[in-house]
């Protein structure tokens, strides 16, 4: 056992040559505590003091790298860790990150998609408000003119003209009423047919209007009637226009209707002094007159007489 102790101390001294607590703390601690053991057993005590203090100190140093490492080993764990959370961090910002891009291109195509949408309804509520407005005013138009001389329709002519009359009325003021016919209009309608008669009705109108003034109102009463109603305007000058539209009439070349033929009217004229402010007798009195006209012969202008078998000619009215 003594020798075994002593080849064990041998080979601790040999290995203290080499190796020093401070470069291999555990083996310096091994060799002095088999030191300590060799010399304790023989006796030796100050050679077995001598070891053991060794022995405690490369026990401390031991120790003290123990600690040392398993620190640095706990520091770096701790660092390695920090660095997989900072990592893990980092994925879940950049995910976030990816999320917040795909809502934000979600956010922009939904508002885009938004203003597509009401682009598209603002445009088609302004194309329906467009086509109705346009139906609107071509009802209007329907109701208000006549569709073939472009003149008032009977309805509108006597909504306006029964305005005229109110205000005349108010302001005490003259009005007159010219009422016309066309002349054998059935026969060129039957000997010449429909086309032409149209065209007639039509220059009929041009050539009337020629004559009015812009707020003189102008209508298409019936077939081939018409009635013109003249606010500020006494008896005199009423039947000076019929007259002036009769004769143009009378010299109107209709060779553009693909025909000759002679287009003349017979004219009606009374005022308020003979009808009072009334629309329906302004236009009942000069009725009776433009039928008296075509007894007479057609192609004439006649004032109304209360005296049915007297005739009143222009130049008496005047």
């Known amino acids: 056992m003594q020798n075994k102790k002593a080849v064990a101390a041998e080979y601790a001294t040999t290995a203290l040559k080499y190796t020093s607590s401070a470069t291999n703390a555990e083996a310096a601690m ?45 520091l770096a764990e701790h660092q390695s860790l920090e660095q997989q959370n900072k990592i893990s961090l980092l994925d879940e910002q950049n995910k976030l990150l990816k999320v917040q891009q795909q809502l934000d291109q979600a956010q922009a195509y939904n508002s885009r998609l938004l203003i597509a949408v009401l682009f598209c309804i603002t445009l088609g509520l302004g194309t329906w408000g467009w086509h109705s407005w346009q139906s609107q005013r071509r009802l209007k138009q329907l109701a208000e003119f006549d569709s073939l001389t472009g003149l008032f329709s009977r309805g509108h002519f006597t909504q306006v003209s029964l305005s005229a009359v109110e205000y005349a009325k108010t302001l005490n003021a003259p009005i007159s009423c010219i009422l016309l016919d066309v002349d054998k209009f059935k026969q060129i309608n039957d000997r010449l047919g429909h086309a032409t008669g ?121």
Not at 41 to 59: C, F, P, Q, T, V
Not at 236 to 241: C, G, N, Q, S, W
Not at 249 to 271: I, Q, Y
Request: glycine residues 6%; hydrophobic residues 35%.
């Open 30 to 74: 091994r060799a002095n505590k088999v030191l300590f053991d060799y010399h304790s057993s023989r006796g030796n005590s100050e050679a077995a003091l001598e070891a053991y203090i060794k022995y405690a100190e490369a026990d401390k140093a031991y120790l003290d790298e123990v600690k040392t490492k398993t620190l640095a080993f706990q």
């Open 198 to 318: 149209d065209w007639a009705l039509k220059e009929v109108a041009r050539i009337c209007k020629e004559q009015v003034r812009e707020y003189e109102i102008f209508g298409r009463i019936g077939g081939e009637e018409f009635c013109l109603l003249l606010p500020e305007c006494e008896l005199k000058h009423a039947t000076d226009l019929a007259n002036a539209m009769c004769q143009a009439l009378r010299g109107a070349d209709t060779s553009a209707s693909g025909h000759k033929f002679e287009l003349t009217a017979s004219f009606g004229v009374t005022d308020n002094a003979r009808a009072g402010y009334s629309l329906d007798k302004l236009m009942a009195q000069a009725d009776k007159a433009m039928y008296s006209a075509k007894k007479q012969g057609r192609n004439q202008v006649q004032c109304y007489s209360a005296n049915p078998s007297v005739a009143t000619t222009p130049q008496e009215a005047g």
